[in-house]
């Protein structure tokens, strides 16, 4: 079983920053695609970034030029800066990791931010 940890939650007040991590132990990482999802209570778990093996990154729209997906291959961890938070950005975070296109999840960390 993949084992995927997340740091760095918490409370924030609108337009403030927050940087979550996750890291990894396992081979695999290096040569994975690993990214954030959320989800909002009553919502679906969506998409909001992710980094391939090489470094492109993808983005949600909603998260576009406030997020930055970061990862570093040889310690096995991976990082999403979030800036200018909204209301809207208050969810459960969860780290993926996507390889053969089998997903493996993180515990889920919460993001709250107040208005």
């Known amino acids: 079983q993949v084992q995927l940890v997340e740091s760095g939650g918490g409370l924030v007040q609108a337009g403030g920053s927050l940087r979550l991590s996750c890291a990894s132990s396992?081979?695999?990482?290096?040569?994975?695609?690993v990214g954030w999802y959320r989800q909002a209570p009553g919502k679906q778990r969506d998409f909001v970034a992710s980094?391939?093996?090489?470094?492109?990154?993808n983005y949600a729209d909603s998260v576009k030029d406030r997020f930055t997906i970061s990862r570093d291959n040889r310690k096995g961890t991976m990082q999403m800066q979030m800036n200018s938070l909204k209301p809207e950005d208050t969810a459960v975070y969860y780290c993926?990791?996507?390889?053969?296109?089998?997903?493996?999840w993180g515990q889920g960390t919460q993001v709250t931010v107040s208005s």
């Open positions: 980094i391939t093996h090489s470094g492109t990154t």
């Open positions: 396992e081979s695999i990482f290096s040569i994975s695609t």
């Open positions: 993926n990791l996507n390889l053969s296109s089998r997903n493996y």
